[in-house]
């Protein structure tokens, strides 16, 4: 941008005179909130966040009786917010009474789309609700539409508003980096910023992809794989060198130069020179036959061979296809599933399903647009991307596109010819996946009504929170929540909790949890009294018998909260799994049948919240381990304790070391080696 954007905040309470808004003053807006025809301002809309039928959530925070109340007040705010907004483009936010985004939008003429949320008649009901939860309005405004656009994405991804189609997407793609920050460059697998210097590869759908292309790459190229600090520490060649999947360079069994080619073939390999680079193995390799060097000669054939391992091993090449992403949408009933495919280089690096929330009312179109909005917002954007179906303003969203990308993008709908196969493969996979998940989601649903009815609960649950502990005879104790409905395993709720009650010592499961239920269960009265907000379980579960049942009673009944359903599940006498006893309050216990399909249910609802629980200990014991005695060295930064532990080994070497060995570590300067050495000595 060229200039700072322009933030209000329209005020909360003050009611001001009503003013008379311009029919025409409407814009159809997309599922990214996108203004388009005047004629028709409300014809679609965005959607409740993580519930796919966004009719049920929309109106979380308010009842039936108190909407025509709190409308009026949502018109008011809004209608003083159109006071003070000018024609320009931007992005303005609704934000209900906790702060939190109803909903963001992006208008090419702020005051224009702003005011047709003033016209009542022609806002369905559920936009009305949205209206009437609105407390305030923030708008920015910004110099182009497609930098409001931009900011757009950006805000929805941030925010997560239940009225905007949601790409719930916490997952980052894996790369192959062929780093360039060390003398002898290094091939190796990479997730999360681009910030280690280097050339990235990707993305990859999966891990697995990755750790495929990278062992046949080290059998093509021979570069080593290994972390800087096991290089560093060679003194003959690994594994790796014996299995003819690197060249030994940390022993110099190859000269740097020769390393460096092999790099360079790598690099060109990966950036599309395939033919050339396998083109140069074959020479090299007919140079050696003709010498009678048949021993080089087998090494530039196995390499060869590794070569066409990775090519063969790409499930669709389409010539043509560069750098490109081909994203389809199916479309059955009520959800969506959107397929991407990745090609890189003209190969196929995989491909990853997703199902955004969204309205039921919205065309496939409409959420397609939103989906590549939000997808690209923090990943790469390839040179073209081919849709299934035609997006909701394409050559705004491909300018914008080309903006964050600094170079030309373009978004293309195939029709015939080798693109429309992709096309058409892509979506065949995203009708096959919305077929398994709709598959599921129906078994999972008589599996909760099931449920619902061995529990006795009023109806079927929609959010069940499992809990667990996790200690080593109580060292590192950390209790889970996990939390599991109709659509399976909703991983972005799960919480962990670190035990700290200093008065629960040993293994006091029952003090843990009565600590993980209080500590969970104040927050929730203290964020959401009414239990409005979709955020309280229609069941607590918890790991244990009838000990642990008594402990949860407690807590709900000190917290008045004895009206929701608890219950617990043991294991059976030795552990075994089929023989769990299950326990609820005022009832004696009991056991389900061996093979009932509820048991293997709960079963899977236990385990998940065990695994989960066990994971929070182990990652919180081993962040306690790497605490050692270099922490109590003053002017002894997380920098210096990384150097001097990749130098020495372990804290004890270093607190052995010598005056002179101590300043010979890279970035420990003679003022700090005197330090650490008077540290030391002082201790002792």
Not at 9 to 25: E, G, I, L, M, Y
Not at 402 to 426: F, Y
């Amino acid at each position: 941008m060229t200039r700072a954007p322009k933030r209000r905040v329209a005020p909360k309470r003050r009611a001001p005179k009503r003013r008379a808004a311009d029919p025409s003053a409407g814009g159809k807006r997309s599922a990214m909130g996108m203004e388009e025809d005047p004629a028709e301002p409300y014809g679609v809309e965005s959607s409740a966040g993580a519930h796919a039928d966004a009719g049920a959530d929309a109106g979380a925070d308010i009842s039936d009786g108190d909407v025509g109340q709190s409308l009026a007040k949502g018109l008011a705010v809004i209608a003083e917010t159109v006071k003070t907004l000018s024609a320009s483009p931007g992005v303005y936010r609704m934000l209900n009474r906790k702060g939190d985004a109803l909903y963001v939008g992006k208008a090419r003429n702020l005051k224009r789309r702003v005011t047709s949320y003033t016209l009542l008649s022609k806002m369905p009901h559920r936009l009305q609700r949205m209206v009437a939860e609105t407390v305030a309005m923030e708008v920015v405004e910004t110099n182009t539409e497609v930098e409001a656009l931009l900011l757009e994405s950006n805000l929805i991804k941030r925010f997560m508003p239940r009225f905007n189609v949601l790409l719930r997407d916490d997952k980052s793609f894996p790369y192959i980096l062929l780093a360039d920050d060390h003398a002898v460059p290094q091939i190796t697998k990479h997730r999360g910023a681009h910030t280690r210097e280097g050339d990235y590869f990707g993305p990859f759908a999966s891990a697995g992809a990755v750790n495929r292309t990278i062992t046949a790459l080290e059998r093509a190229f021979l570069l080593r794989s290994c972390s800087d600090a096991v290089y560093a520490s060679r003194t003959r060649p690994c594994l790796m060198y014996q299995i003819k999947r690197c060249s030994g360079p940390c022993v110099e069994r190859i000269s740097a130069a020769d390393y460096q080619d092999l790099v360079q073939q790598a690099r060109r390999f990966l950036t599309g020179q395939s033919q050339q680079v396998q083109q140069q193995l074959a020479s090299a390799m007919e140079a050696a036959s003709e010498k009678l060097d048949f021993e080089t000669a087998a090494v530039y054939r196995d390499r060869i061979r590794a070569l066409a391992h990775i090519q063969s091993h790409q499930d669709i090449n389409i010539e043509g296809v560069d750098n490109a992403d081909v994203i389809a949408a199916h479309e059955e009933g009520g959800q969506i599933c959107i397929q991407v495919f990745f090609f890189r280089a003209g190969r196929n690096y995989g491909n990853r399903a997703y199902f955004p929330s969204h309205d039921k009312t919205l065309a496939v179109g409409e959420v397609l647009a939103a989906f590549v909005a939000q997808f690209y917002e923090n990943k790469p954007v390839p040179a073209a991307i081919l849709v299934s179906h035609p997006l909701e303003e394409e050559n705004l969203l491909a300018e914008a596109l080309s903006i964050k990308a600094e170079r030309k993008v373009q978004i293309l709908q195939p029709q015939r010819g080798a693109k429309r196969k992709l096309i058409d493969n892509a979506l065949h996979n995203a009708r096959e996946a919305l077929a398994r998940r709709l598959a599921e989601s129906s078994s999972q649903r008589r599996l909760l009504e099931k449920l619902g009815e061995v529990f006795g609960l009023e109806a079927v649950p929609a959010r069940i929170e499992i809990y667990d502990n996790s200690h080593i005879q109580g060292s590192e104790p950390y209790g889970g929540m996990v939390v599991a409905g109709p659509e399976g395993f909703t991983k972005n709720a799960y919480r962990k909790f670190r035990i700290k009650d200093p008065a629960i010592v040993g293994g006091d499961d029952y003090g843990m949890m009565r600590e993980v239920l209080t500590r969970r269960f104040k927050r929730a009265l203290k964020e959401d009294p009414e239990r409005s907000g979709g955020t309280w379980p229609d069941l607590v579960l918890l790991d244990g018998g009838q000990g642990q049942l008594n402990a949860g009673l407690e807590v709900l009944a000190d917290l008045g909260l004895g009206d929701l359903p608890i219950a617990a599940i043991a294991k059976g006498p030795d552990r075994d799994a089929g023989r769990e006893r299950i326990f609820v309050p005022g009832k004696p216990s009991f056991m389900l049948q061996p093979r009932d399909p509820l048991l293997y249910f709960i079963q899977r609802l236990r385990d998940e919240a065990h695994r989960f629980a066990i994971g929070s200990h182990r990652a919180g014991r081993s962040k306690a381990r790497l605490r050692s005695a270099l922490d109590d060295v003053p002017g002894i930064g997380a920098k210096r304790k990384k150097a001097l532990l990749l130098h020495f080994g372990a804290a004890k070497a270093v607190a052995r070391a010598g005056l002179a060995d101590l300043e010979a570590v890279e970035g420990i300067s003679k003022t700090v080696a005197q330090k650490i050495y008077d540290h030391f000595r002082r201790e002792s």
